[in-house]
């Protein structure tokens, strides 16, 4: 039944596409939700150019073709006038996808032919609005909230994570290496707080809320376990800030945690350092499992399955030199 319903989700997109686009006009896909409309619209409007951009990673082909329906998906990418990825490490698993499963013919500069129709694959990475970032970033110490947690830190140095609820980033993995640095820095006890701030998605699906339940859990271990009347080591918040908080929290990091355990690009990564201040900024720790570790290879890059490998970066970000 699920893949009647992806079918049929599909149709109702290429249709509408079909009614509302120009003649010769240009229309844009966004990510796998949708990824069967071109085959669908070139039949109702084969006057249109079609583009499509790809959220998530591209797997590995084996990895892909273990999917049910994956020819489908596969036959329906190579419909697409350009198809847009995060990373080239996408582009080249899609690429070789393509070329191993439907005898595409590469023809050089990323175009390659399939079953006779000539598609352009490219990576694109998705960026954020520096200067505006920036300028939050700096304006924000003005901010309420922002004063007051910082008040609250007195000389205790703020580790921070910003990450939807979703299995994909990581957060109870994250957590225990935190609890890992404790536990193998007993001297940071009291003097370091780590803010995770993780908004709730898609509560109405059992998993998500399995997901939220071993959250909540996870922080009370911890907290329980390793906590003083004067100092809980992990604060923890579900509830959804504006960008002006955010970017003066980001700030007042000393440690930005991002350890997704697989993402497309992670916006977080970037956001937190383009709010740091250039007299002291913080450190970024980042999954190389992230788009992100692409674009920005000085950050720590770690294995965020590896909780000892995340809790020794911690320690590095925390002691390392200004210089």
Request: charged letters at 25%.
């Amino acid at each position: 039944p699920w893949w009647e319903s992806y079918v049929r989700v599909n149709e109702r997109f290429a249709k509408a596409a079909a009614d509302v686009a120009a003649q010769g006009g240009t229309v844009w896909v966004q990510d796998y939700q949708l990824q069967l409309v071109p085959a669908l619209l070139r039949e109702a409007r084969p006057d249109l150019t079609i583009g499509y951009f790809h959220h998530i990673p591209w797997p590995a082909a084996d990895v892909f073709n273990s999917l049910p329906a994956s020819g489908d998906l596969l036959r329906a990418i190579a419909d697409y006038d350009l198809i847009g990825l995060q990373t080239e490490p996408d582009v080249q698993n899609l690429t070789r996808n393509l070329c191993d499963t439907l005898r595409a013919i590469p023809l050089g500069a990323g175009s390659l032919m399939v079953d006779g129709r000539r598609t352009r694959i490219r990576s694109f990475p998705i960026g954020i609005d520096v200067a505006g970032f920036k300028d939050a970033a700096e304006k924000a110490a003005s901010d309420r909230t922002v004063r007051e947690t910082i008040a609250g830190l007195r000389t205790r140095k703020l580790l921070i994570g910003v990450d939807r609820l979703d299995y994909s980033k990581g957060v109870p993995e994250r957590m225990e290496a935190v609890d890992r640095f404790f536990a193998s820095n007993p001297d940071q006890r009291g003097n370091v707080v780590y803010l995770q701030i993780t908004p709730k998605s898609r509560t109405e699906v059992p998993e998500y809320e399995d997901l939220s339940r071993e959250v909540n859990e996870t922080v009370g271990h911890i907290n329980g376990t390793l906590g003083e009347p004067n100092w809980t080591p992990i604060q923890y918040v579900t509830k959804a800030y504006a960008r002006p908080v955010l970017a003066g929290l980001y700030r007042a990091a000393r440690v930005g945690l991002v350890t997704p355990m697989r993402d497309g690009m992670n916006l977080v990564a970037k956001e937190y350092v383009v709010a740091q201040s250039g007299d002291d900024p913080g450190v970024l720790i980042l999954s190389k499992f992230a788009g992100a570790a692409q674009q920005l290879p000085e950050a720590i890059l770690v294995n965020p399955y590896d909780r000892f490998e995340v809790a020794e970066a911690i320690r590095t970000a925390l002691y390392m030199p200004r210089a």
